[in-house]
């Protein structure tokens, strides 16, 4: 009798967490199930250049611990106008065919997701959807694997911060990543301790900014720590149409820059930026992911000897589930202004810019 076989890549922004997911997969698919498993490299792209590999549990030992993905990944998008031109999504059906594979699991973000649901619903394709990402906005699930160390990278990052900031009494702007949410800088803005934390789900308003800082000054805090996702924008720019605000950043390196400078004429105040960028991406995996991303891969496979495809697999109420990607495709999961978290912070004085 054929043995199932599964397909595997990881694909859009890389993180921890990838590997020990790829490890969960290939170790319940061969171990418990007997079943065979390959991986695509480069994401969606390994598909349409063939590059793929045998996965055996022997070559992914020892990846547990391992940042990035052995797979390699890319931003591939097969149903973009050119990919569609060129008939990308009947050439990875072709090759799904072609390998035989009984179902194709895809680990990433939104763009990720939104690809395997078109696979399966127009290519009639078996895919399970895995959710990855640093920002932790794919909808349907309240955690994704690699967010948690992103959170244990920047709070670190924003602990250091703190004691260069107190001994100049400076303030501090740390740029984090998230381009469409703030789950990452508020969570290290909380847990770092942040004075200000800027999220896009929140405009922000300078001259709210510049008396919470003059507030602690007079307090005698004459240093404060500004957390901002770089997504983050002022009230002015949410006023702008989606053309307007694009034709305003393109000349922009980065809202740190901005939003540091603005608060140094505001309060008259010194200030400096960090921008974190992908040193939030990288290294091991923290114990939380290695934990979230056994749980999540080994319940994928579990989701595959049960037929279950069209679906993602999601945590909810601390539960490891699945649903179907119809649910999740092409949406978003903002920070909600009722969010426990945003809560504590404004009941402990933390200034989010309104
Ligand atoms: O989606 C994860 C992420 O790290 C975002 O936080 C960031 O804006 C983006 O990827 C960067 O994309 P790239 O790796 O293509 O530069």
């Known amino acids: 009798m054929k043995k199932q076989r599964i397909g595997i890549l990881t694909a859009g922004g890389d993180c921890p967490g990838l590997n020990s997911?790829?490890?969960?997969?290939?170790?319940?698919?061969?171990?418990?199930?007997?079943?065979?498993?390959?991986?695509?490299?480069?994401?969606?792209?390994?598909?349409?250049?063939?590059?793929?590999?045998?996965?055996?549990?022997?070559?992914?030992?020892?990846?547990?611990?391992?940042?990035?993905?052995?797979?390699?990944?890319?931003?591939?998008?097969?149903?973009?106008?050119?990919?569609?031109?060129?008939?990308?999504?009947?050439?990875?059906?072709?090759?799904?065919?072609?390998?035989?594979?009984?179902?194709?699991?895809?680990?990433?973000?939104?763009?990720?997701?939104?690809?395997?649901?078109?696979?399966?619903?127009?290519?009639?394709?078996?895919?399970?959807?895995?959710?990855?990402?640093?920002?932790?906005?794919?909808?349907?699930?309240e955690i994704c694997f690699g967010f948690y160390s992103a959170v244990d990278i920047a709070t670190e990052a924003i602990d250091r911060i703190h004691t260069t900031a107190h001994s100049h009494n400076r303030i501090m702007v740390v740029e984090i990543m998230g381009h469409h949410t703030g789950w990452l800088a508020l969570y290290s803005g909380v847990a770092g301790g942040g004075d200000v934390i800027l999220i896009p789900e929140i405009p922000y308003d300078v001259d709210v900014i510049a008396k919470s800082i003059e507030k602690r000054s007079q307090a005698g805090k004459e240093f404060s720590i500004v957390a901002v996702a770089e997504g983050a924008l002022s009230l002015e720019e949410a006023a702008l149409s989606k053309k307007e605000f694009k034709e305003k950043r393109s000349g922009e390196t980065s809202i740190g820059y901005r939003i540091a400078k603005e608060i140094e004429v505001a309060t008259g105040l010194e200030s400096r930026l960090t921008v974190l960028g992908y040193v939030q991406r990288g290294g091991s995996p923290s114990p939380q992911d290695r934990i979230l991303s056994t749980k999540m891969g080994a319940f994928a496979v579990d989701m595959v000897k049960n037929k279950e495809y069209g679906r993602m697999v999601a945590m909810r109420n601390g539960k490891i589930v699945s649903l179907d990607l119809e649910e999740v495709a092409g949406k978003i999961r903002y920070v909600p202004q009722d969010d426990p978290i945003l809560k504590a912070g404004r009941n402990i004085g933390t200034c989010f810019g309104d």
């Open 21 to 141: 997911t790829i490890r969960a997969i290939v170790k319940t698919a061969r171990e418990k199930y007997n079943m065979e498993t390959i991986g695509f490299m480069h994401g969606y792209q390994g598909i349409l250049t063939g590059e793929y590999r045998e996965l055996t549990s022997s070559r992914v030992s020892g990846i547990l611990t391992k940042g990035g993905t052995i797979l390699g990944t890319s931003r591939e998008k097969p149903f973009s106008d050119e990919g569609i031109k060129a008939g990308h999504p009947e050439k990875i059906k072709q090759v799904y065919d072609d390998l035989e594979l009984d179902c194709l699991l895809t680990l990433g973000g939104n763009g990720t997701q939104k690809t395997a649901h078109k696979l399966s619903v127009q290519q009639d394709m078996s895919v399970i959807g895995l959710p990855k990402t640093i920002d932790n906005d794919i909808y349907g699930t």
